[in-house]
């Protein structure tokens, strides 16, 4: 239960879960140089409606399965609860796609402006049972703690998805559907390729009552999870019906880059914050570890997205062609709501520690049924910019009431001053960036230096990272 600790195993994650999202976000130029403006609006929202689909067909039995890993782990039975997993994932991506090519049919029609969404809708479907799969097989090495097994895969799906990609597009000339049979056949393989290595090692075996302790334990979490995914879509969708998919295509490469901080921290450190929690009895070292989680989760966060604006002040123009130009804007408009949302995961851990994983799911459902409704008039009034508040207001509220309500179970003794230092200088170094990149190049790229390096040394003026709790001889005992 060290920061220490922590911090290696984020960073092992991260790698990992870069090759596993790197695919994504690499191939963005790709797809902007060689799709018209249109279409690559018409993939940013299949691509997303992917994401939330594989949340329902995964019923949220990937959590399930790594709080219950550490039992069934020690009594030689990790393959029955892996193989009930997929059992129930199968399931659920059968039903999802039912439900896609038949109810919300109409739906896909106009936010795709297609006349026969049919064929998109069942690839889109196949890609996120495949990607689902996926991400439980890794879960697997990631119960293990085998991080470089975990690496090592994440890699070669980034490798594979790239070349399917490459060939798709270019030799073969198969344009949107050629993306998404690539994401179909990547993960899809590589889930076989793995889920067959698993079988010879450990065996796989499927059980009703594992699985439906799997469902009493996972299926709330649907909701708290595709939270997220709801009102990204439901901005997406929006924009596409009042606004045209040009605006798609510039909000969703800002909201791309943006996501590179999640990408790069957000959930890789979840990844190593989950089992370095889940697995302690409460106590005050647990507890005290968590808030200094939180406060230096967001330093880091504040540099990291120092590091996005600042690449991509020109990069763009690499990236994409002139017409997504405003993208760059949509960056620095969307960091204050990816950052919320690594305080959303803590807050939720606070929850989950004591089974109150409905409560959760009721917090992160309200705030997401009313931010659906507010991405309905504000994107309909201001288009992308609509988008941002909503994004922003919905990511806030519900990383703050996670963490508060949280708090009134699991009593977490929160630094107030170093946390506000924590959100106050990253938050005006940004602001600082902002009306900088206006200016010349010859000013923008050693100021912001500048600004990064007088922040560092405030951190360390005001003790900021200053961890006198964890020097203390007993409690590093009793964490160790």
Known sequence: MRLRALAKDTFVYAVGNTGLRAGAFLLIPLYTHTLAMRDYGLLATLLLTMQIL??????????????????FAQRGQLGRLL???????????????????????????????????????????AGALAQTLWMLTVSYFRAKNRGGVFVALNGAVFLLLALCTAVFLLVLHAGLKGVLTAYMVSYGFMWLVASAAIAKAAGLAVNRGVMRRLVRFGFPLVFSMSGDLAIDSSALYAMSIFSGLDEVAVYSLGFKIAQIAVITLILPFQLAYEPAVYGVVDSLVLRRFIAEALVHLLLVFGVIAMGIVFAFRDLMRVVAPPDYGAA??????????????????????????????KLSAGITSGVTLVSIGLNIGLVRLWGMHGAVLVYNLAHVAIGLLLLAVGMRHIPVELDWR???????????????????????????????????????????????????????????????
């Open 328 to 357: 760059y804007g949509v960056v620095f408009l969307l960091l204050p709501g990816v950052a919320s949302i690594g305080v959303q995961y803590i807050g939720e851990s606070l929850l989950y520690l004591p089974g109150k994983t």
């Open 54 to 71: 594989g949340i329902f067909m995964g019923l949220g039995v990937r959590t399930a399965f790594m709080r219950f890993s550490g039992e």
């Open 83 to 125: 193989g009930s997993a997929y059992a129930l994932v199968l399931t659920g991506g059968a039903a999802v796609t039912v439900v896609a090519l038949s109810l919300l049919k109409p739906l896909f029609a106009a936010v795709l402006h297609v006349a026969e969404p049919g064929p998109f809708v069942l690839l889109t479907c």
């Open 418 to 480: 170093r946390l506000g230092w924590a959100v106050a200088l990253p938050s005006g170094d940004l602001a600082l960036l902002w009306a900088l990149s206006r200016g010349p190049a010859s000013v923008f790229y050693p100021a912001a230096i500048a600004v990064l390096m007088s922040t560092l040394w405030c951190v360390r003026q005001l003790g900021v990272v200053d961890l006198p709790f964890w020097r203390k001889k007993e409690l590093a005992k009793n964490a160790a």
